[in-house]
C-alpha cells in the first residue's frame, strides 16, 4: 500500500507473537498532544466492540492477547499507534490461527472508532484528555526526567526536537472531539506508516493478514515527510540555566553537539562506543570516576540520540557540589579527547556495546523499537552488522569523535534557598 511498510520476521524463537502498528508524522509543537492522544481514545473502543470491556473480551478469545497504545518519538518524529502481543498460532492448544483475528482487531481499533455524531465518543476523548494532561503534569514529578526534558527543550528550543512526544498542557487542554478527529484523519491519511510482525507466520502469510485488516487505510497524494535537523554548536559559550525546586538533591544536565556525526555518517559506530566509555555503561569513565572514585554524584551517566547528533550527560549531585561536579564531568571528556583510555575501559565497553545489539534479537519489543528508530531514519542496518561494525572501532577513532563534541547547554535543577 502507498506509504505502508511491512517487516516481518520470521522465528520460531517465541512462543508469542508481535504485532505493531505505527503512525510516523513529524514532530510539530501544535499537533504533538493530538497525536498523543489518538491512540489511547481509539483504544477504547470501536464499532464493533464500542468499550473497553468488549474490547477485552475480544481479546480474551486470543488466548488473552494485549494490545497497548504507543507514543515514542525518533530524532524529530512522532510515533503513534499500537502494539499487539498474542500467543503464537504454533502454539495454539488446536491449532487454531491468531494472526488474522488479532490483525483484524487492531485494524478495528485503528481504522473504525466509536463516534458520536460524526466525530470521536466525547466522553472517550475527555476522559483520555485528563490523563494526557495527568501525564504531562506529572513529568516533573521525576526530577532526573524532568531535567534531562528541560535541557532538551532549553538546547533544542527553536528546533521540533524540542517539542515533547506528549505535548503540552495548553495544547492537551484544548482538545475537543471535533479537533481530534480532524488530526486523527490527517495522521491516518498523511503519515508513513510502519508495520512490524515477529512470529512464526510465513511473511506473504503476515501480507495478506495486514493487507485485510488495514484495507480502509486513507492515503492522501502526499504525505509528510519527517526530517531531523542536524545543528552544529556555534555559541561561543554553552547556556547555563538554572531552575529552583523543593528538591533535596541537585540534578545536573549537560547536553553537547555531536559535529555532525549521526546513524547516517561513517564514523557513527565511534560515536556509539564514545558514549559507552564516556557515560553510557556501569564501567564508564562517569560512573567509574565521578561517581565511584570522587563520590561527587549520586548517578552519572551519558546518552546519545543517534538522529539528532547530540549526546547527553544525566547527574544527581549535591547542591554545593555543583562546580566540582561540572568541571570533572568535562575532565573526563577531556581525558577521552587526548585518549587516555585503559584496555580494559576500551574492551568492556566494546563488548557491552556488542553485547547490547546481539541480544536485540532476543526480545520482541526491542527488536520492534530497533526497527522502528531504524525506519525513522531511513536505515536498513541490522543489529548483527552494527555490532561488527563497533568490533572495528579504534582508540584514535573513539578519541576523534569525543574531539567532535561541543558542550551547547546546562541545566541545574537546584533547591529553593532558605
Given at each position: 500500500?502507498?506509504?505502508?511498510?511491512?517487516?516481518?520476521?520470521?522465528?520460531?524463537?517465541?512462543?508469542?507473537?508481535?504485532?505493531?502498528?505505527?503512525?510516523?508524522?513529524?514532530?510539530?509543537?501544535?499537533?504533538?498532544?493530538?497525536?498523543?492522544?489518538?491512540?489511547?481514545?481509539?483504544?477504547?473502543?470501536?464499532?464493533?466492540?464500542?468499550?473497553?470491556?468488549?474490547?477485552?473480551?475480544?481479546?480474551?478469545?486470543?488466548?488473552?492477547?494485549?494490545?497497548?497504545?504507543?507514543?515514542?518519538?525518533?530524532?524529530?518524529?512522532?510515533?503513534?499507534?499500537?502494539?499487539?502481543?498474542?500467543?503464537?498460532?504454533?502454539?495454539?492448544?488446536?491449532?487454531?490461527?491468531?494472526?488474522?483475528?488479532?490483525?483484524?482487531?487492531?485494524?478495528?481499533?485503528?481504522?473504525?472508532?466509536?463516534?458520536?455524531?460524526?466525530?470521536?465518543?466525547?466522553?472517550?476523548?475527555?476522559?483520555?484528555?485528563?490523563?494526557?494532561?495527568?501525564?504531562?503534569?506529572?513529568?516533573?514529578?521525576?526530577?532526573?526526567?524532568?531535567?534531562?526534558?528541560?535541557?532538551?527543550?532549553?538546547?533544542?528550543?527553536?528546533?521540533?526536537?524540542g517539542v515533547d512526544v506528549w505535548g503540552d498542557e495548553a495544547h492537551a487542554?484544548?482538545?475537543?472531539?471535533?479537533?481530534?478527529?480532524?488530526a486523527y484523519q490527517r495522521l491516518l491519511a498523511r503519515s508513513e506508516v510502519?508495520?512490524?510482525?515477529?512470529?512464526?507466520?510465513?511473511?506473504?502469510?503476515?501480507?495478506?493478514?495486514?493487507?485485510?485488516?488495514?484495507?480502509?487505510?486513507?492515503?492522501?497524494?502526499?504525505?509528510?515527510?519527517?526530517?531531523?535537523?542536524?545543528?552544529?554548536?556555534?555559541?561561543?559559550?554553552?547556556?547555563?540555566?538554572?531552575?529552583?525546586?523543593?528538591?533535596?538533591?541537585?540534578?545536573?544536565?549537560?547536553?553537547?553537539?555531536?559535529?555532525?556525526?549521526?546513524?547516517?555518517?561513517?564514523?557513527?559506530?565511534?560515536?556509539?562506543?564514545?558514549?559507552?566509555?564516556?557515560?553510557?555503561?556501569?564501567?564508564?569513565?562517569?560512573?567509574?570516576?565521578?561517581?565511584?572514585?570522587?563520590s561527587l554524584c549520586y548517578y552519572a551517566s551519558s546518552v546519545v540520540d543517534?538522529?539528532?547528533?547530540?549526546?547527553?550527560?544525566?547527574?544527581?549531585?549535591?547542591?554545593?557540589?555543583?562546580?566540582?561536579?561540572?568541571?570533572?564531568?568535562?575532565?573526563?571528556?577531556?581525558?577521552?579527547?587526548?585518549?587516555?583510555?585503559?584496555?580494559?575501559?576500551?574492551?568492556?565497553?566494546?563488548?557491552?556495546?556488542?553485547?547490547?545489539?546481539?541480544?536485540?534479537?532476543?526480545?520482541?519489543?526491542?527488536?520492534?523499537?530497533?526497527?522502528?528508530?531504524?525506519?525513522?531514519?531511513?536505515?536498513?542496518?541490522?543489529?548483527?552488522?552494527?555490532?561488527?561494525?563497533?568490533?572495528?572501532?579504534?582508540?584514535?577513532?573513539?578519541?576523534?569523535?569525543?574531539?567532535?563534541?561541543?558542550?551547547?547547554?546546562?541545566?541545574?535543577?537546584?533547591?529553593?534557598?532558605?
Amino acid at each position: 500500500m502507498p506509504g505502508v511498510h511491512l517487516r516481518a520476521i520470521h522465528t520460531k524463537k517465541f512462543k508469542s507473537a508481535y504485532l505493531s502498528v505505527t503512525c510516523m508524522t513529524p514532530l510539530d509543537g501544535a499537533r504533538a498532544a493530538e497525536n498523543a492522544l489518538i491512540p489511547y481514545v481509539l483504544r477504547r473502543g470501536s464499532r464493533e466492540h464500542p468499550d473497553m470491556e468488549a474490547v477485552s473480551a475480544a481479546l480474551d478469545e486470543l488466548y488473552g492477547g494485549s494490545i497497548e497504545p504507543m507514543v515514542r518519538k525518533k530524532g524529530e518524529t512522532q510515533c503513534v499507534g499500537f502494539a499487539a502481543s498474542f500467543m503464537d498460532d504454533a502454539y495454539t492448544l488446536e491449532g487454531e490461527t491468531i494472526l488474522e483475528p488479532a490483525a483484524k482487531l487492531l485494524g478495528e481499533l485503528l481504522l473504525r472508532p466509536r463516534t458520536q455524531e460524526g466525530v470521536f465518543f466525547q466522553a472517550y476523548v475527555e476522559g483520555e484528555r485528563a490523563n494526557l494532561v495527568d501525564r504531562i503534569r506529572g513529568q516533573v514529578n521525576d526530577k532526573r526526567v524532568y531535567a534531562t526534558l528541560r535541557m532538551k527543550q532549553i538546547m533544542c528550543r527553536e528546533e521540533a526536537y524540542g517539542v515533547d512526544v506528549w505535548g503540552d498542557e495548553a495544547h492537551a487542554a484544548a482538545i475537543t472531539p471535533q479537533s481530534l478527529w480532524t488530526a486523527y484523519q490527517r495522521l491516518l491519511a498523511r503519515s508513513e506508516v510502519e508495520v512490524y510482525y515477529c512470529g512464526s507466520a510465513d511473511p506473504e502469510r503476515v501480507e495478506r493478514a495486514l493487507r485485510s485488516a488495514l484495507a480502509g487505510l486513507p492515503r492522501a497524494e502526499e504525505l509528510d515527510e519527517t526530517p531531523c535537523e542536524i545543528r552544529l554548536h556555534s555559541a561561543a559559550e554553552p547556556q547555563l540555566v538554572e531552575d529552583a525546586m523543593d528538591v533535596t538533591q541537585g540534578k545536573l544536565a549537560m547536553g553537547f553537539r555531536t559535529g555532525g556525526i549521526t546513524a547516517w555518517e561513517e564514523d557513527f559506530p565511534a560515536l556509539v562506543l564514545l558514549n559507552a566509555v564516556y557515560g553510557g555503561t556501569s564501567l564508564s569513565k562517569l560512573f567509574m570516576n565521578v561517581r565511584e572514585k570522587l563520590s561527587l554524584c549520586y548517578y552519572a551517566s551519558s546518552v546519545v540520540d543517534k538522529m539528532k547528533g547530540i549526546l547527553w550527560v544525566s547527574s544527581g549531585i549535591e547542591f554545593d557540589k555543583y562546580q566540582q561536579a561540572r568541571d570533572e564531568i568535562l575532565a573526563q571528556l577531556e581525558a577521552v579527547r587526548r585518549g587516555e583510555i585503559e584496555d580494559g575501559e576500551l574492551e568492556g565497553a566494546r563488548r557491552t556495546m556488542m553485547t547490547a545489539y546481539l541480544t536485540t534479537m532476543d526480545s520482541q519489543a526491542r527488536q520492534e523499537d530497533f526497527w522502528l528508530g531504524q525506519a525513522a531514519a531511513g536505515l536498513d542496518e541490522d543489529p548483527q552488522s552494527m555490532a561488527r561494525r563497533i568490533e572495528q572501532v579504534t582508540r584514535e577513532q573513539v578519541s576523534a569523535a569525543a574531539q567532535k563534541l561541543e558542550l551547547d547547554t546546562i541545566y541545574f535543577l537546584k533547591g529553593q534557598e532558605g
